[in-house]
């Protein structure tokens, strides 16, 4: 079993910055791919950063390629999303997920329906 924590989120203007963070419980986070998610109101929770498990392979959304920044400290058991340049569009309650892949392949994931955990989320609001 994992618990994941984010933290991070708040309310920044237009062009700015916050970092995420997700702080997971238990051993083998080190075997987890990871994932973070966004869903504004009305809309669908869609990937927006993903990373394998070693941190080799990465992911990023269209709509926040160059802005975004995904990564991961493994000794720390802790996932981060440094965000920047940050537009009202981005408004939405931040997800971080993991999938046990037991150190297999080196793969990330884009698709929420095949994580195992799930955190409780963070706010982020951008105001224009």
């Known amino acids: 079993q994992v618990q994941l924590v984010e933290s991070g989120g708040g309310l920044v203007q237009a062009g700015g910055s916050l970092r995420l963070s997700c702080a997971a419980s238990?051993?083998?986070?080190?075997?987890?791919?990871m994932g973070w998610f966004r869903q504004a109101p009305g809309k669908e929770r869609n990937v927006v950063a993903a990373i394998s498990w070693s941190g080799s392979s990465t992911y990023y959304a269209d709509s926040v390629k160059g802005r975004f920044t995904i990564s991961r400290d493994n000794a720390k058991n802790t996932l981060y999303l440094q965000m920047n340049s940050l537009k009202p569009e981005d408004t939405a309650v931040y997800y971080c997920?993991?999938?046990?892949?037991?150190?297999?392949?080196?793969?990330?994931?884009?698709?929420?329906?095949?994580?195992?955990?799930w955190g409780q989320g963070t706010q982020v609001t951008v105001s224009s």
């Open positions: 238990g051993r083998t986070f080190s075997s987890y791919a």
């Open positions: 997920a993991a999938r046990d892949t037991g150190y297999s392949g080196s793969y990330y994931y884009t698709h929420s329906g095949v994580y195992d955990y």
